[in-house]
């Protein structure tokens, strides 16, 4: 064990591995900090990228990219009101509050400490249950597996923005791109329709890319068109005026108000720490939850939307902690659990490694220093936070009309970069117009991602259980674990439904 | 008729017609047999989910409209898209994207991309200046070369241009 660690510590911390997780993280806030742009985003334009890089450092550029971004979204929230990420939403009803009261400062440094507490809790939550875990999942047959998919995929489709119909859909329509090429047992083509670009199956970096940065890129390129971020550009210009003559001196976050807010960010920690294990729940969720219960629990409740810190802390910590949990589904069962988890996914199959139970026990190394990666970026995003905090708030006020075309360049020079392959190209702008055509009509985007990573393992578990059940469909609730993973689904979903009825 | 019942029908329809037409595409396409288990048994399983999910789809519609509560359909956190600004959007961009690719494969990397690149910019970017139109473009030439080029060493069919 020892040995092991002194091996990982020596892929974790080598120099060039370092480099990659500062710039990152530095990445991550600035995009994480701007509106529209987010570090899920980075992470699938750096996806080719992926393929030139050692995978220590990947990994760590990768990581800190994640992590800054979810910093990135608070700075925006606070200082302008306009959540960076998703996730950044609750943390905007305090902060920005706190901000106009003049506690800019004591705002920021709040959600910077709560993000770090809550992203390391969750880290460790990960580190020491992620390995168990995928030993448990070493014994699980393909009943055990189909039961396993089933559950993530109604799980995230029920939980995506809380529209079932449409998450199950889309999880159908991501399945269903999985399957154009070749079927691996009789070696046939489906699904491709006389193209013999499409035989070899689409590669997954066009159909993240177009997914996720090309359909946003589009929608936010609308937005500029219509001239609506001019009225954001002038509400930032209005807001960053405000600050004139103000002195930062008096707006130090000091030890008493630190921990008067510690419980609240135990709170959100352990929230999100929690949501972020379950496939689909996602970061606003764990945010407004968080958000919630620090309230009821609270010494001064009525304080909660009028800028009290204990609600940054609880919405910023539980928006981070969901980091290292939404990671256990992927390293435990090879299954993305969030949009982040299966953009990481890639990233792993894209270094040659299968996301899963194996991933541990054949990339011991690397997955330690991973692990260590995760803490030390923490520690980076507090270093950086720390003393550059004060020049964030700029960061926000970059112009996207810059951003967006270089952005929307980027990804498809990228796309082709990857493998050298024009259809990739074609492909990119496939997906980024369906995934345009599916935000248009409100259909959530994680499950489709996630349907279309898991898609060729659920066949395979799926072929597998009922060839050993002669071709009866019963046989996929012959195990108990699976009816259990059935059940935990169908609970899962009770559970969240009312607790997304009662927030509304 | 309201833009939300709209979607929804729009969506309940894409989602049926997919499912019934993966369904006869099943029925009567070319599907080599295989042992026990058929080749078609998950795309089959995804049509039977989405026509499943359209059916809901058209349920909740039919179930708020008569009882008068079509407002329960809609998300809190929804805001209608200008769809306008996507479809020109989405037609300068992805469109551009297939006329940028073709120039990349015939005038060369760096030229079309600041030649894009400047067209995006002038057109998306509010209030764009001549300074800021002469400058980022060039700059992202540069970048896409350092980064693809130099970097990655990604390789192109010869160009008329560079």
Not at chain 1, 284 to 313: N, T
Not at chain 1, 338 to 356: D, E, R, V, Y
Request: charged content about 10%; aromatic content about 10%; overall charge positive.
């Amino acid at each position: 064990m020892l040995d092991l660690l002194v091996e990982a510590s020596a892929l974790a911390f080598h120099p060039y591995v370092l480099m990659y997780v500062m710039l990152g993280v530095l990445l991550g806030i600035t995009l994480g900090a701007i509106p529209g742009l987010s570090g899920d985003m980075a992470i699938a334009l750096l996806l080719p990228f992926v393929f030139f890089l050692e995978p220590a450092m990947a990994m760590g550029l990768l990581v800190g990219i994640y992590k800054g971004g979810l910093f990135g979204g608070s700075i925006a929230a606070i200082s302008f009101g306009v959540p960076g990420t998703p996730g950044a939403a609750a943390t905007s009803i305090d902060g920005y509050q706190a901000k106009l009261n003049g506690k800019p400062s004591k705002a920021l440094h709040t959600a910077l400490y709560s993000s770090v507490i809550g992203d390391t809790t969750s880290d460790l939550v990960l580190i020491f249950i992620a390995v168990p875990l995928a030993a448990v999942a070493l014994t699980f047959g393909p009943i055990e597996f189909f039961a396993l998919y089933a559950f993530s995929l109604i799980l995230i489709a029920a939980l995506s923005q809380g529209m079932v119909a449409k998450g199950l859909a889309v999880a159908a329509i991501g399945i269903l791109l999985a399957m154009i090429g070749r079927d691996p047992i009789t070696g046939a083509t489906r699904l491709t329709f006389g193209m013999p670009g499409l035989s070899g199956g689409l590669s997954l970096i066009p159909v993240l890319i177009g997914i996720f940065a090309i359909s946003e890129v589009v929608v936010q390129g609308s937005k500029l068109w219509r001239r609506k971020v001019d009225k954001l550009m002038d509400d930032v210009a209005e807001q960053a005026s405000l600050l004139q003559g103000y002195d930062i001196s008096k707006d130090k976050l000091t030890w008493a108000e630190f921990k008067f807010t510690l419980k609240a960010t135990y709170i959100g920690a352990a929230v999100g720490t929690f949501i972020g294990a379950l496939p689909g729940a996602g970061q606003s969720l764990a945010a407004f939850m968080s958000y919630g219960l620090a309230q009821r629990f609270s010494r001064k409740p009525e304080d909660f939307g009028k800028g009290s810190l204990e609600g940054i802390a609880s919405a910023e910590s539980g928006n981070s902690a969901t980091c290292g949990s939404t990671f256990i589904p992927l390293f435990a069962f090879g299954i993305p659990g969030s949009a982040t988890a299966a953009l990481f996914g890639a990233a792993f199959i894209l270094m040659g490694m299968t996301p899963g139970p194996s991933l541990l026990t054949d990339n011991t190394e690397i997955i330690y220093a991973l692990f260590l990666t995760l803490i030390f970026a923490n520690l980076v995003n507090l270093v950086l936070g720390k003393f550059l905090l004060p020049y964030y708030s700029r960061i926000a006020m970059i112009q996207p009309g810059f951003m967006i075309p270089g952005v929307f360049i980027l990804a498809i020079v990228g796309t082709y970069a990857a493998n050298n392959s024009v259809v990739d190209v074609w492909v990119l702008l496939f997906a980024g117009a369906l995934g345009v055509t599916l935000r248009l009509m409100s259909f959530p985007l994680a499950p489709l991602v996630l349907g279309f990573i898991i898609g060729p393992g659920a066949e395979r578990s799926l072929r597998q259980a009922m060839i050993m059940g002669g071709g009866d469909w019963a046989v996929l609730i012959k195990s108990p674990i699976a009816i259990g993973f059935y059940v935990a689904a169908f609970a899962l979903i009770l559970l969240f439904t009312f607790a997304l009825r009662a927030k509304k | 008729m309201n833009r939300t019942i709209v979607k929804e029908l729009l969506s309940a329809a894409v989602m049926l017609s997919l499912g019934v037409a993966g369904l006869i595409h099943i029925q009567f396409g070319a599907w080599r047999p295989a042992p026990l288990v058929p080749s078609y048994i998950m795309p089959q399983t995804a049509y039977y989910f989405l026509i499943g999910s359209g059916l809901w789809v058209l349920a909740m519609l039919g179930f708020f409209t008569l009882r008068k509560r079509e407002s329960a359909l809609e998300r809190p956190d929804a805001k209608d898209q200008d769809l306008v600004a996507i479809v020109l959007s989405s037609a300068l961009m992805l469109g551009g994207a297939i006329i940028y690719f073709w120039l990349v494969l015939n005038l060369g990397l760096i030229v079309s991309t600041v030649a894009f690149n400047a067209v995006l910019i002038a057109v998306l970017a509010p209030n764009v200046s001549l300074k800021g139109l002469l400058i980022v473009p060039p700059l992202l030439g540069a970048a896409v070369w350092l980064l693809f080029i130099k970097m990655i060493g990604m390789t192109l069919p010869s160009a008329l241009l560079f």
